[in-house]
């Protein structure tokens, strides 16, 4: 079953195109890139305030991660 997201596809490929393109101009090398979305993902996850929900959503993210580059 499709996951369903509470915000739009556009929301989301805005989102996306905005920061592809920052990674884009500036010419970042992949390893920058990989290092750098890592930390904002630290970050984000960083905001959640109960240690368990942090693991929890490292764990989720992880695994869809793993998911989606097997996929292709």
Do not use: C, W
């Amino acid at each position: 079953m499709p996951v369903q997201s509470k915000y739009s596809a556009q929301q989301q490929e805005e989102l996306f195109e905005n920061l592809l393109n920052t990674l884009t101009e500036e010419r970042v090398p992949r390893d920058l890139a990989l290092m750098t979305l890592g930390n904002l993902v630290t970050h984000v996850i960083q905001q959640e305030n109960s240690a368990q929900r942090k693991a929890q959503l490292a764990e989720q993210f992880g695994a869809i991660l793993k998911q989606s580059v097997s996929q292709n």
